[in-house]
């Protein structure tokens, strides 16, 4: 789930901001992509058809024709094994939205953090306007998301996402989605953590995910200058999670500025393989950031926000 902010992602120098018109570059992704479109049925047809088939590109196409008589015919779809994009706006917007942000973060995200490649389809929902996201949120899922700009639901391996937010908001959700197929059992607080991380990101030079500094970290600094304190301690933050009757904002500030911090120590993805062998999560995290104390790993983290070393 992804709640309210400014989302961009990085590529390298190339900004990739879904307001703006995107230039031409050459294209990653496979090298055939379906289009679920007027005159391409025989391609996926082939995909059905064909004797030695790939059983997750044969569960996309099936995906694909599902999810086609529950859009509106304004509405195309794009089959892209493991995923499954469908949007109310040009098949060629699809292609670009694959190609230049769905693609390229996923790969890094798995030479980065995960090992495991999704074995069914991810079904991804793109919307145009904040309207058709509540209007379509409210007659699939019964949900009112006031406040945030996408969802992952876990059980159906389906998001859905405002586009007119930005792109951060897409690599949050497909971070839900991709962690998910590596690891079933991590803790939400750094689920979210990681895939608010990737709200603003880049890919660097050996094509790993970096996440920068946004305004999370400004709140979460502001609060902490002001009182002295982190909003809830890391023992309680990763032991226990994120409190709903907390103040959601901060907490997600906290879970992302605490990825980003270990990202800065190189200590990211081994945290994230401790995870994945439920170890114990706070006991891990002082272990992986030299503290002695909880004290201690209070007051690295906060001196390290306070002095302006995450911005």
Partial sequence: MLWAGPPVLLYGSYVVSMGSHMPAREAVGPSHIYLLSEGQQADLK?????PTPDPLSVACVHKAYEYREKVTSNFRTLVASPFVITGDVPIERLRSLHEEVILP???AMWLTYFHQRPDQPIVIVLT?????????AWAWDKRRPRGYYGYYLRDQHRMVVNLSTGAGTLTHELTHALSQADCQNLPEWFDEGLASLHEHCEIDETGRLIGLSNWRTRLLKDIVTRTGKLPISFEDLT????PRDADQQLQYALSRTLCL???QQDTLNAYYKSLKQNQDPFATLLKATHSRT???LEKAFTNSLITGQLD
């Fill in 261 to 263: 911090w270990l990202q």
């Fill in 294 to 296: 909880p004290a201690d």
């Fill in 128 to 136: 145009s306007s904040e309207k058709t996201f509540q209007d379509l």
């Fill in 46 to 50: 082939a995909i059905l058809n064909d």
């Fill in 105 to 107: 973060a996923a790969e």
């Fill in 239 to 242: 032991r226990t999670g994120i």
